[in-house]
């Protein structure tokens, strides 16, 4: 799909709420508070009624989109963008593209990360690459002072299984055994081999899980990257895509907020090849909890 056809098809907010219904009741509209069956409003179809709690409501109730006064295309528009460009797009881009406050522009982009967070996620099996980088200010001391939290580099570790899905991970520090949590969390114990570069944490993460036997070491010292199978290339292109995102779209990520947009990246790394990545990204928006302003900014 085109962002003309987009806007061609979600032409008003009806037709927005049309599909975002279909997403949310996939069978029919239900009470959110008793989940019982509703009726429509003769006059304004798209609220909905719940006789049994007196109770009226919109597809849009309860939901990420709740309480925005964005027209829905402009929602629509939002997800589309961060869903069709590949290192992502920053929120003052958004607020370009769309004619909206940098603000909003803010806000909104959090809350769609936020709901691609809430997607499932399934254990890494087969041959699994971990990895760790750090990313952050290059100029370290010139652009920020001392206790800045941009001041820090900071570690992303991944864990990418070959042919497969990748996971990120903004994390305190990559002692061993941070990293064997790590593993333990998204890797199936059935995994057949680690891969890892030589990095003096690995070898006791793999043993706080049970792999020694399975873990392999790409000696990138003696200046070997790729050795039979044994290689860490497929997460080092995942980690240099995030880089180009992190450099090229959102130039600036704070600490605070490096988890989230390695949510967004994992989610859309995950499913570049797939066609559905836009209508699997509203319903994630339409089934997850709300998220506020006041709980971004704590
Ligand atoms: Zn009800």
């Known amino acids: 799909m085109t962002i003309i056809e987009l806007c061609d098809t979600f032409s008003n907010d009806d037709l927005c709420r049309e599909l975002l219904e279909r997403l949310r009741w996939p069978n029919a509209p239900e009470c959110p508070r008793c989940k019982g069956p509703v009726a429509r409003l003769i ?6 009624y719940c006789k049994d709690c ?28 961060l869903c069709e460009s590949k290192k992502g797009m920053s929120a003052m881009q958004i607020k370009r593209t769309l ?5 909003t522009a803010w806000y909104l982009c959090h809350r769609i990360r936020a709901a691609m967070a809430t997607a499932e996620k399934s254990m890494l099996y087969g041959t699994v690459e971990m990895d ?9 001391g010139h652009q920020h002072k001392p206790g800045h939290p941009m001041c820090k580099k900071q570690i992303v570790v991944a864990l990418r299984q070959r042919g497969g899905e990748v996971r990120f991970f903004h ?18 114990e059935d995994v057949d081999v680690m891969v890892t570069d030589e990095y003096n944490s690995y070898p006791g993460a793999m043993k706080q ?4 036997e399975r873990h ?20 080092e292109s995942a980690f240099s895509l995030l880089k180009r995102g992190i450099v090229g779209t959102w130039h600036k990520i704070s600490a605070k907020h490096l988890a989230a947009y390695l949510q967004e990246m994992e989610f859309r790394f995950n499913r570049r ?5 836009f209508l699997d990204t509203l319903r994630h928006m339409i089934t997850a909890d709300p998220l506020t302003f006041e709980e971004l900014t704590a």
């Open 171 to 188: 994390a305190e520090d990559a002692k061993s055994g941070t990293l064997a949590q790590y593993i333990k969390d998204n890797v199936s």
């Open 54 to 81: 007196d109770y009226q409501f919109t597809v849009t109730a309860g939901s990420i989109f709740h309480d925005s006064h964005l027209p829905l295309i402009k929602w629509f528009t939002a997800v589309y963008l």
């Open 209 to 212: 899980t049970g792999l020694t």
């Open 132 to 140: 760790e980088t750090y990313v952050g200010a290059k100029k370290q």
């Open 273 to 277: 090849n797939s066609k559905t990545l």
């Open 99 to 103: 004619g909206i406050s940098y603000k």
């Open 216 to 235: 392999k070491t790409i000696k990138h010292k003696a200046k070997v990257y790729v050795d039979g199978d044994i290689h860490t290339n497929t997460v």
């Open 43 to 48: 006059n304004t179809p798209n609220i909905l």
